[in-house]
């Protein structure tokens, strides 16, 4: 069985950084960063592939959250910069076989999820 696990999580102000971190025992092609308001579905944020550097991200992530990954330890990060109340959500981490997945359906494996939660 496939264990994914994410860390990092917590409060902080507006405007601050948080960098989240998640782990496999897997090998997978892709992971990458989801997350989930109350009330609302899952939401894309990016995706790093765990061979090439290519990475992809939510058009309204990018230049905030930075995705990348250490391939050796199976682990991928989300630095995430000048964070705002919005961004307060559950956040998820997820594998997958596919080549640039930006689906929730694309994903076979996910975490139990880490809270971030942005203070005004």
């Known amino acids: 069985q496939v264990h994914v696990v994410e860390s990092g999580g917590g409060v902080v102000q507006t405007g601050g950084s948080l960098r989240l971190s998640c782990t496999t025992s897997?090998?997978?092609?892709?992971m990458g960063w989801f997350r989930q308001s109350p009330g609302q579905g899952r939401e894309f944020v990016a995706t790093?592939?765990?061979?090439?550097?290519?990475?992809y991200y939510a058009d309204s992530m990018e230049g905030r959250f930075t995705i990348s990954r250490d391939s050796a330890e199976r682990t991928v990060y989300l630095q995430m910069n000048n964070l705002e109340p919005q961004d307060t959500a559950v956040y998820y981490c997820?594998?997958?076989?596919?080549?640039?997945?930006?689906?929730?359906?694309?994903?076979?494996?996910w975490g139990q999820g880490t809270q971030v939660t942005i203070s005004s």
């Open positions: 997820a594998t997958s076989w596919k080549f640039r997945p930006i689906t929730a359906a694309e994903y076979d494996e």
């Open positions: 897997g090998h997978p092609l892709s």
């Open positions: 790093i592939n765990m061979i090439s550097t290519n990475t």
